[in-house]
Nanobody, 126 residues
Framework: VQLQASGGGLVQAGGSLRLSCAASGRTYDSYGTGWFRQAPGKEREFVASISRSGSVTRYADSGKGRFTISRDNAKNTVYLQMNSLKPEDTAVYYC????????????????????WGQGTQVTVSS
């Protein structure tokens, strides 16, 4: 599966962005999907994930209550709605997919994901 992330940009603190991860190739409901981010000088970190079923989601503590992950398998797309953005959310955001987990599993470690998109830059100004 090939992944294309989009929706990043420059936003003021307190603003919102919606990231999209569009998949091509094999039908997307065969893959659990996650979002990760990497800020300059820092390691890549987990942001959120969603199961193949769409019924199970997981979030990093940093995004709980502010971020929402969802999927539309008919459109082969996973979304990350980010509200109340903070300067510390500034990073390159990557979407990733895995076919190696169960239907109701939302994986949260990068090593569980075998497919990665190219990343989209999110910059939050103070």
């Amino acid at each position: 599966v090939q992944l294309q992330a989009s929706g990043g940009g420059l936003v003021q603190a307190g603003g919102s962005l919606r990231l999209s991860c569009a998949a091509s190739g094999r039908t997307y409901d065969s893959y659990g999907t996650g979002w990760f981010r990497q800020a300059p000088g820092k390691e890549r970190e987990f942001v959120a994930s969603i199961s193949r079923s769409g019924s199970v989601t997981r979030y990093a503590d940093s995004g709980k209550g502010r971020f929402t992950i969802s999927r539309d398998n008919a459109k082969n797309t996973v979304y990350l709605q980010m509200n109340s953005l903070k300067p510390e959310d500034t990073a390159v955001y990557y979407c990733a997919a895995t076919g190696g987990v169960g239907y109701y599993v939302a994986a949260r470690t990068s090593r569980e994901y075998g497919y990665w998109g190219q990343g989209t830059q999110v910059t939050v100004s103070s």
